[in-house]
């Protein structure tokens, strides 16, 4: 995973996410340097090439997924995966996260099909290991690539400390390039007076590709700040004439 920062101005900041994710592909699934586990002719069904993070002043957040990953070509009952997130940044998993992908506290997640956002627990987790009941037997839960992966919640039969967020959320599948998630950091007790640390994962239920990655984004001063920083250059240009006319003075 390499985060770009491309642009921040008065209105929005813009984050890329490279996918370089490590992890799985083994024996004739591995394509791509590992990335995507898929037969060679199958790679362009599943392959994520990255990962593109808008925020602006209102909190108003935007994740979009670059891949061209539909479930209408997949096939084999594979589905879009959900968006997990985390509010307390992001650590980047080990070459040998096949068994272990829980390197982040993950403590919210983006229910895709719902258009809800909850509070995150374990015990609503879905992993790629539930999925793939058209083959048998089920190559994701027996066999050595992308096993214990997680994909997705479960928020028909979710813990009650899984929350479910208020908001207004939207997923938008209408390019064929890109799945974008939208909603808002304030839903999830975030301000744009303190410093936010963001974690991001995404994958399809069969976990093929997986995508990762983390951003930051600088405190916003609060207007008195401004006004305090303002009196005192306005101070410290004052003191600096005082100091000229008595050089002056005195010559």
Not at 60 to 77: E, H, L, R, W
Not at 123 to 147: C, L, M, Q
Request: glycine content about 12%; proline content about 4%; hydrophobic content about 35%.
């Amino acid at each position: 995973m390499i985060c770009l920062f491309l642009s921040g101005s008065a209105t929005a900041a813009q984050w890329v996410i490279k996918d370089n994710y490590i992890g799985g592909g083994m024996g004739s699934y591995q394509n791509n340097n590992g990335d995507v586990i898929a037969y060679y002719r199958h790679v362009d069904r599943f392959d994520i090439t990255g990962m593109t993070v808008e925020i602006d002043d209102a909190l108003n957040i935007k994740v979009k997924i670059n891949t061209a990953f539909s479930p209408d070509t997949a096939g084999y009952g594979i589905d879009y995966g959900d968006l997990f997130i985390s509010t307390n940044g992001w650590s980047a998993p080990g070459r040998n996260d096949i068994y272990d992908p829980l390197n982040t506290d993950w403590e919210y997640v983006f229910d895709t099909s719902g258009l809800n956002i909850f509070s995150f627990s374990t015990s609503g987790a879905r992993t790629s290991n539930d999925f793939g009941a058209a083959h048998t037997p089920n190559p994701w839960a027996i066999n050595e690539y992308r096993r214990n992966q997680l994909v997705q919640f479960d928020p028909t039969g979710y813990n009650p400390t899984d929350e479910k967020i208020p908001g207004t959320n939207r997923f938008d599948k209408s390019d064929p390039g890109m799945l974008i998630y939208a909603f808002n950091l304030s839903d999830l007790g975030l301000s744009a007076d303190e410093e936010i640390e963001l974690g991001f994962r995404w994958t399809m239920t069969c976990a093929n590709d997986v995508i990762e990655g983390g951003v930051s984004l600088a405190a916003v001063p609060e207007p008195t700040t401004f006004i305090l920083l303002g009196i005192g250059l306005v101070g410290i240009v004052g003191l600096g004439k005082k100091n000229i006319i008595g050089k002056s003075t005195h010559n």
